[in-house]
């Protein structure tokens, strides 16, 4: 294993507008390690996370995926490099199956163009399997009909099938029970124990210092804190997500903009 | 392999899927019984997803109905006439079908089809310039292909909601085939001399070759389904139970057969309606079997979706309406070959409506995501048997668009109850 972090990113920018969601931030996360990305509402957690995965482009900064300079300019960029995102909603589209949303945008075909369903049945149901989803009836129900956690199931599962080496998970837990939450968690530590680099935001903290090795905290758009998990408590990350100290103060717009 | 048995949960049960399997285990392998197949159906229409339940419904009553007030309704004539009124609609009602999927619409669609009928039928026209069937037809429908790329570029790059778009298209190209038709005639119709273009919607195929291709269709139909089958059994999936194959198969035999006898007492199967199951055949194929048609119901149930799966979303849209551009060109020749001639009000008066109405009564939903290429030839059929049998009754004009609004309402209606339904259960 080398030395490098799986994904390193070194003073990345991105600004919507006149508003500067992210300022020169820097992130990193190594492989077989969950790190928790935390923050308020508009601390551009999103927004980092859409910039590592293509969807919004960073304006500047650099990206390092195993030590080597990468370009993400769109979201083929980030999946050919293994970066496997799964958003809060899902992205699911209700009207296909589990296997069709699994495999969206990369079915397997004969020819060319002649979807495979055989083939990718039988991948769907087996990375289910793996991942030890044993509440779906059959991979080949319409998403629409599936609870949140089984919807949240099929997300991950859809990402973790691309043999991804970066998963990052935006709220995996935010609209489930205790007993789906726990499964959704452990599905976390088994993820980084098959070595993938997990990045996981959540705005609960009893989940993150269960899971997380370690924290990043952003605020403002910009990195505030970057904590281990062993050696720091709920307090000191809730203290740096309130108030935790930036390096570049915002200027009157940006404050405005940011909404106080 | 996996022992054989009716007894196992669909989810649960799976072969290694490397394991060579011989054709005769293959058969053997675990498949749901009939009844199970058919509780598992029962289930999926109480949970609101309907398929073509209500189109069969709403034909039976049509087909009733109309047999009962009209002793010519089941004519040998009538059956013929019917075939040869609904290929123009089914035809354009296809391209419908995939811009209803995406969750737009084309409300240029009829006119578009006139465009291509009157520049079809300018070039055709002897001496003047006098060209061969093939060239005509060939640039008519290269035109509206592009028309519909044109449409589609400003909806996509322009965002541009397709409504606003189309509905200009409506009134442009009314306008063209207004211009178009005065221009070369005073009297406003352009007759077609070319026979193999008038032939296309009013030749007939000997009943020698009626029965043939009624034999391909079936014979493909069973290859198709049985293949399908044997390949999910032979990866250890769960197939369709083959009494229904069989059933299936035997049922659009009899239907076939008892098509093609009965056109045969008449002129014969129009030539005609071949050239819709041909549209009909290799459509629902990309729709249902290829990467572009997966994407093409994705981007309806979830653009933004698609879009993050890397889906290039604008280009899908922009082959959709030249799809639809394409399938209108097609229509308006067929209904041009027709009338043998064009005027200044082809594909003007209800075609657009009959078209749109057609994809919606097939089951197509507006919502995008949902429906098949086939509900366009059954909406099709539903709308052209109404209209006919009303005609036959001798009703007024008036009182038959009642009756036909009437029943694209029914056709929402079952649409948006269905789909509340469903998501009622989904988001439980």
């Known amino acids: ?260 | 392999m996996t022992e054989s048995g009716g007894e196992m949960d669909p989810g649960l049960d799976v072969a290694p899927a490397s394991e060579p399997v011989a054709v005769q285990e293959a058969l053997e392998a675990p498949a749901e019984s009939l009844s199970e197949y058919l509780s598992r159906w029962w289930l999926k229409v109480r949970a609101g997803d309907l398929g073509s339940l209500p189109i069969v419904v709403g034909l039976v009553i049509i087909a009733v109905v109309f047999g009962v007030l009209n002793d010519n309704f089941f004519g040998e004539r009538n059956f013929t006439n019917l075939l040869l009124q609904m290929a123009a609609v089914s035809t354009m009602a296809i391209g419908i079908v995939f811009v209803l999927l995406i969750g737009e619409i084309d409300l240029s669609v009829g006119f578009v089809s006139g465009v291509g009928a009157v520049v079809m039928t300018l070039l055709l026209r002897p001496d003047d310039p006098g060209w061969p069937w093939w060239a005509a037809i060939g640039v008519a429908l290269a035109l509206t292909t592009l028309i519909g790329f044109g449409q589609a570029l400003i909806i996509t790059k322009a965002g541009v909601p397709s409504f606003v778009v189309t509905l200009a298209g409506y009134l442009i190209w009314s306008g063209v085939v207004l211009v178009l038709t005065t221009q070369f005639t005073t009297t406003g119709t352009i007759r077609i001399q070319d026979p193999t273009v008038v032939g296309i919607a009013n030749d007939f195929l000997s009943p020698l070759w009626g029965w043939i291709v009624g034999g391909f269709v079936v014979v493909g139909y069973a290859l198709s389904q049985l293949q399908t089958a044997r390949s999910r059994r032979s990866s250890g999936l769960i197939a369709k139970p083959l009494p229904l194959l069989g059933l299936q198969i035997v049922g659009l035999a009899v239907v076939t057969f008892a098509g093609v006898s009965y056109a045969n007492q008449d002129r014969g199967v129009p030539t005609v309606t071949v050239i819709l199951g041909v549209a009909l055949v290799f459509w629902s194929f990309v729709a249902s079997r290829t990467r572009f048609g997966r994407h093409v119901y994705a981007v309806g149930g979830n653009a933004e979706a698609s879009r993050r799966a890397g889906i290039s979303v604008d280009r899908l849209r922009i082959a959709v309406f030249m799809i639809a551009g394409f399938m209108a060109g097609v229509g308006g020749i067929v209904l041009a070959s027709r009338l043998r001639s064009v005027a200044t009000n082809t594909g003007g008066g209800s075609l657009l409506l009959n078209v749109i109405a057609a994809a919606v009564i097939g089951g197509t939903s507006l919502f995008g995501g949902s429906g098949r290429v086939v509900s366009a030839l059954l909406g099709a059929l539903v709308i052209t048997s109404i209209q006919n049998g009303m005609d036959l009754l001798g009703l007024a004009s008036g009182t038959k668009f009642v009756i036909t609004g009437f029943v694209l309402l029914g056709a929402v209606l079952v649409d948006a109850l269905s789909k509340r339904s469903r998501s009622a259960r989904g988001v439980a």
């Open chain 1, 1 to 260: 294993m080398s030395d490098a972090p799986l994904l390193e990113c070194k003073g990345v920018s991105k600004a919507f507008g006149a508003v500067q969601a992210l300022h020169r931030v820097d992130f990193e996360i190594r492989r077989g390690e969950v790190m928790a990305l935390v923050g308020d509402n508009g601390a551009g957690k999103s927004t980092l996370i859409k910039g590592i995965a293509g969807i919004h482009p960073f304006d500047e900064g650099e990206i390092y995926f195993d030590g080597e300079r990468v370009n993400i300019h769109g979201p083929r960029d980030a999946a050919k490099l293994g970066i496997e995102v799964v958003f809060q909603d899902l992205a699911l589209a209700d009207n296909l199956d589990v296997v069709g949303n699994m495999f969206l945008g990369r079915e397997r075909t004969r020819w060319g163009f002649v979807l495979d369903e055989s083939s990718m049945e039988n991948a769907a149901q087996e990375t289910m399997e793996g991942l030890s989803v044993t509440s779906l009836r059959s991979v080949r129900q319409t998403v629409a009909g599936l609870s949140g956690g089984q919807r949240q199931a099929v997300a991950v599962a859809k990402s973790v099938m691309w043999n991804s080496l970066e998963l990052i998970l935006d709220e995996p837990t935010a609209a489930l029970g205790v007993a789906q939450t726990r499964q959704v968690l452990d599905l976390v530590r088994r993820l980084a124990e098959k070595d993938l680099g997990v990045v996981i935001i959540s705005h609960n903290l009893h989940d993150i210092f269960e899971v997380a090795d370690r924290i990043t905290v952003l605020r403002l758009g910009q990195r505030v804190a970057l904590l281990e998990r062993s050696k720091t408590t709920q307090e000191e990350v809730v203290h740096a997500i309130t108030a935790g100290a930036l390096d570049h103060v915002p200027g009157m717009a940006d404050a405005g903009a940011d909404g106080g």
